[in-house]
């Protein structure tokens, strides 16, 4: 299974963009990268997913460099409802069965200042 | 109405009892898994089934026992072989594959006195 690892913590100011990058360095062939979002006492729930290159839906953007050892989530414009945890997945997309843990990380806390 | 359904959701056990988490899902769903949170951690994966009768172990199984008779149940058992079972436990489900989403409960926080 593919590591990842994030920054511990970010701090932001309402109104700013914000980009957390995930590094992967032992992605393979099959992952995708998935990220989540978790409020306090709260089940994660899912953000966005992608391949390569760029994914944007009507919550945040994730960029994909070529080599896809990493992965950026951008969030437009933040308030202070975005103040939350967020996890980086990578996951074998070929479904085989057992192949697919959904390991979680630590996470990056980030927390949005008025 | 399509979901996870985690029961209950605050739950108190003596020492040395086992108990036994609900998770139930009606999203015809392949895949479940049991993770354990403690304060200010990540998730960890405690078991994990991709298929009715099967399961595998996460990375910290000890103490703890699940079954999967049922594509949409998969109940956690935290025996009293647990040390510290006092923590907030999430139930989640997805098709198969890393190219999906997957869907949590609400949680149960279990706390052992």
């Known amino acids: 299974l593919a590591k990842t690892t994030q920054p511990i913590s970010m701090d932001s100011y309402e109104g700013q963009e914000v980009n957390i990058t995930c590094s992967h360095n032992?992605?393979?062939?099959?992952?995708?990268i998935t990220w989540y979002q978790q409020f306090p006492s709260q089940g994660p729930r899912f953000i966005i997913q992608?391949?390569?290159t760029k994914v944007t839906n009507e919550v945040a953007s994730l960029f994909i460099p070529a080599d896809r050892k990493s992965s950026t989530l951008s969030l437009p414009r933040v308030s202070l409802s975005d103040t939350a945890v967020y996890y980086c997945?990578?996951?074998?997309?070929?479904?085989?069965?057992?192949?697919?843990?959904?390991?979680f990380g630590k996470g990056t806390k980030l927390s949005v200042i008025p | 109405d399509g979901g996870i359904t985690q029961s209950p959701k605050y739950l108190f056990r003596k020492e040395g009892q086992n108990v036994t988490l609900s998770c139930e899902q009606n999203?015809?769903?392949?895949?479940m898994y049991w993770y354990r949170q403690d304060p200010g951690q990540g998730l960890r994966l405690i078991y994990y089934s991709q298929i009715v009768n099967d399961f595998q172990k996460g990375d910290i199984a000890e103490g703890y026992s699940v079954s999967r008779e049922k594509k949409e149940s998969f109940p956690l058992t935290v025996t009293s072989a647990q040390k510290n079972p006092t923590a907030f436990y999430l139930c989640?489900?997805?098709?198969?594959?890393?190219?999906?989403?997957?869907?949590f409960g609400q949680g149960t926080r279990l706390t052992v006195v």
């Open positions: 997945l990578v996951g074998d997309g070929v479904g085989r069965a057992g192949s697919y843990q959904l390991t």
């Open positions: 992608g391949y390569k």
């Open positions: 989640a489900s997805s098709p198969a594959g890393g190219d999906t989403e997957a869907f």
């Open positions: 999203l015809n769903h392949d895949a």
């Open positions: 032992n992605i393979a062939t099959n992952d995708y």
